[in-house]
């Protein structure tokens, strides 16, 4: 997964907060079948991946880029001319850079647009509870209205260790729940949206 690599490597190596949600994959030319790297009775496929490669410029005197958004652009257009699956595109929202979705190939192999589970439009009731249920609130709205059941694989939230989420949330998208559940922890956090092939379903990774 080129595009979920550059986010991690620049989230590590610069402290940037870079999202990644990935397209849902139906073409076969976009899945590789891995079953044999696995014990005998387990499927397993991975998207089709391979090297990117491109060029920025760093800040002066060898600091980070100064234009994190325009760094990614420049990644995000590399992915795009090497094709691998599904195209992209940066949203930036206060401290975040959002990496996601615009197209997916359709099971006959044509470009077709596709959006993150993510930009689902939810109403979610805060009402003094801890993140966990809040959390759990949204994976349900967020199923019901996309079709597109979500897994946490990883999440930091434990009741009693952050604050109660007082806000209600009407009529905005999922992703700034998600955003608003992260600050409760106080600490920067970035998440993962990896689609589980052949599963219509996601797996969300909060870091």
Partial sequence: RPMESIADTFNREYGWRITFEEAPLLYEGDIVDVTRDFSRGI??????GG???????LGPGGRPPEDPAKVLRTAIEAYHRRGFPGRYKLLTVGEYLHIVPTATRNERGVWAPAQSPLETVVSIRGGGRFPRPVLRDLQEAVERASGYQVLVAWQPFS??????????????????VLRALIRATGKPRVWYLMYGIR???YFLSIQ
């Fill in 51 to 57: 090297q990117l490669e491109f060029t920025y410029e």
């Fill in 43 to 48: 499927r397993a496929y991975i998207p089709r």
């Fill in 199 to 201: 599963r219509k379903r």
């Fill in 159 to 176: 009741n009693g260790m952050q604050p109660r989420i007082v806000e209600n949330f009407e009529g905005v998208k999922a992703r700034e």
